[in-house]
């Protein structure tokens, strides 16, 4: 069988150049809009005629845009305090951890002859819109690979992405598993409990009539009573 090269595939959590622009831009936007809203409504409350009554759409208005400001900080401008990467190259997956704030490095390495299975499963961001509202969706999956009694585990939310994780795996010849089920209340809670990924039951990869669907892009669906309008 003749062997297969691939090109290393990277990931990395820092910040992209054009992430931290559009959070300076609608921090310095939003962050301005809400001192002038504050201000403003501040000032209009000690008139004496009724225009302080604009106040009271003024400063929750002022409010609601600082919120905005301040989300747009914290995803796209904050320094993370922890820069992860990994790399899915010819020999496995190697991982990088880098404290910021403590400058350490703590580093893993997984071959493909140390891992057992992976187990591929929905992950399903949800974003509530409330009762009769719409609802956002993001689509993706966790791939968990199972290694001497570790995890590895990455959500993916490209097709392009999960095309290389399946075809890596396929060319080194390492189980593959589905489940239909939504992983992501699993993968969040797993720092407080113990939870064992080897104990569910997947469908070889090979079986599966319909992959998964992904979306990076929110998907909304009107909900009626919990269930999908049509």
């Not at 469908?203 to 309008?229: D, F, S, T, Y």
């Amino acid at each position: 069988m003749e062997k297969v090269s691939h090109e290393p595939f990277q990931y990395t959590n820092r910040r992209q150049k054009s992430e931290k622009v559009f959070g300076y831009i609608i921090l310095i936007l939003f962050g301005l809009g809400s001192l002038g809203a504050i201000f403003f409504g501040v000032y209009l409350l000690f008139l004496e005629n009724d225009e302080w009554i604009a106040s009271c759409f003024l400063i929750p208005s002022g409010l609601l845009l600082l919120w905005i400001a301040w989300i747009a900080y914290v995803h796209n401008v904050r320094k993370k305090d922890i820069i992860y990467d990994y790399v899915l190259y010819e020999n496995g997956v190697a991982e990088e951890w880098h404290d910021q704030k403590g400058n350490k490095v703590k580093e893993n390495q997984i071959t493909f002859g140390d891992m057992d299975k992976v187990l591929i499963g929905n992950y399903v961001d949800r974003m509530p819109g409330g009762k009769g509202r719409i609802d956002y969706f993001r689509f993706g999956v966790l791939v968990i690979v199972m290694y001497q009694n570790n995890y590895f585990m990455q959500h993916i939310f490209q097709a392009d992405e999960l095309t290389v994780w399946l075809s890596r795996m396929r060319d080194k010849d390492i189980s593959l598993f589905y489940t239909p089920y939504d992983l992501k209340q699993a993968f969040l809670d797993r720092a407080q409990f113990d939870i064992d990924f080897n104990n569910i039951k997947g469908i070889p990869w090979e079986e599966v009539e319909q992959e998964p669907r992904l979306a990076k892009r929110c998907i909304a669906i009107h909900l009626q009573n919990g269930k999908m309008k049509t």
